[in-house]
């Protein structure tokens, strides 16, 4: 049962018989000469479980990186950030980060956004409890697609959070086609984001394949989402983890890769993967303070300002809008 001061709002499930965007996104992917799943599709429950596992491991820097800036320029930041009257959380995942800027920040509402529902409620719950004078408004949705939120969330005094350097994920054109809609929605607000710099690749690369193998488990449970929710039959033992840095573009690459030839079958259709093959699962994009800021720039933003570790390894900026 959802607390009276919390909501969580998902789109109501289609028909039947008529198509989903998401299966059809799905198997457009699996279908392309080159097969790609949307990173999104990594968040099921198990997944978004396995990702706040991840953020545990000694090889995965950027967590840590940002906790470190938000705790020793905290203050800084809620002074550029200025006076909130709504922080909007996206993809909020268990909601710790956004949590620790309660106390600086003071929100009166907090509206955290993530494509998984049912963990989001989860946290919301604990929520509840923590901060029995904060309203919480939560969204079960794919702000990707679109951002766009509900009329009773007011429009004065809006900041975007936005943490975990997620904004990677995007190529730079959606990245800033998202940047722009976030712009749209808080006028006179901002947006606060974390940015993962570029690194040599021996950093990098061991951050999205630890020795515990916990990132591969989280690449492979994909496979095992995909079949819930396509009615495939993808075997995790055919598949194995990869990734990879492309320095030329300034990203990490994750991959999962055939071990032998297989074929995968749906409903209405299916695919024969070559061993070697291998299906695209996500980008990370890194970028350099000066690159990211002509971004944020680009997308309308102005009194863009960026802090960062003791090592420069990670930023976070506050941007107005």
């Not at 000694?58 to 002074?79: K, M, Q, S, V, W």
């Not at 509840?128 to 408004?137: D, F, M, S, T």
């Amino acid at each position: 049962m959802v607390h009276p001061r919390s909501m969580l709002a998902t789109a109501p499930p289609p028909p039947l018989e008529a198509p989903c965007p998401a299966l059809q996104e799905l198997q457009a992917g699996l279908l392309a000469p080159a097969a790609h799943i949307d990173p999104k599709f990594l968040y099921d429950t198990l997944g978004s479980s396995l990702f706040t596992a991840i953020t545990q491991l000694p090889e995965y820097y950027p967590t840590r990186c940002e906790a470190e800036i938000l705790r020793d320029h905290g203050a800084a930041i809620a002074r550029h950030v200025g006076a909130v009257d709504t922080l909007i959380d996206l993809g909020a995942g268990d909601c710790v980060k956004a949590e620790r800027l309660f106390g600086a920040l003071r929100p009166r509402r907090y509206v955290p956004i993530d494509i998984s529902a049912e963990y989001l409620q989860t946290a919301v719950a604990r929520l509840e409890h923590a901060h029995p004078g904060l309203e919480i408004i939560a969204l079960g949705q794919d702000f990707h697609d679109a951002l766009a939120l509900p009329a009773h969330v007011p429009a004065s005094r809006r900041l975007f959070f936005y943490p975990g350097s997620s904004i990677g994920n995007l190529d730079p054109a959606q990245a800033l086609s998202l940047l722009t809609c976030i712009r749209a929605e808080c006028a006179g607000g901002g947006l606060l984001i974390g940015v993962d710099r570029v690194k040599p690749r021996h950093i990098l690369e061991p951050a999205y394949d630890d020795a515990l193998h916990l990132t591969a488990t989280f690449n492979l449970n994909l496979l095992r989402h995909v079949n819930a929710l396509l009615g495939s039959d993808f075997d995790v033992h055919d598949w194995s983890h990869v990734a990879r840095y492309d320095e030329a573009h300034s990203r990490i690459e994750m991959h999962l890769q055939a071990l032998t030839d297989v074929r995968v079958c749906w409903p209405g259709a299916q695919r024969r993967f070559s061993s070697g093959e291998r299906i695209h699962t996500e980008n990370s994009y890194k970028y350099t303070v000066d690159a990211f800021r002509d971004l944020l720039a680009r997308a309308g933003f102005g009194d863009i300002q960026h802090w960062s570790d003791s090592r420069e390894w990670f930023s976070v900026f506050s941007a107005r809008a």
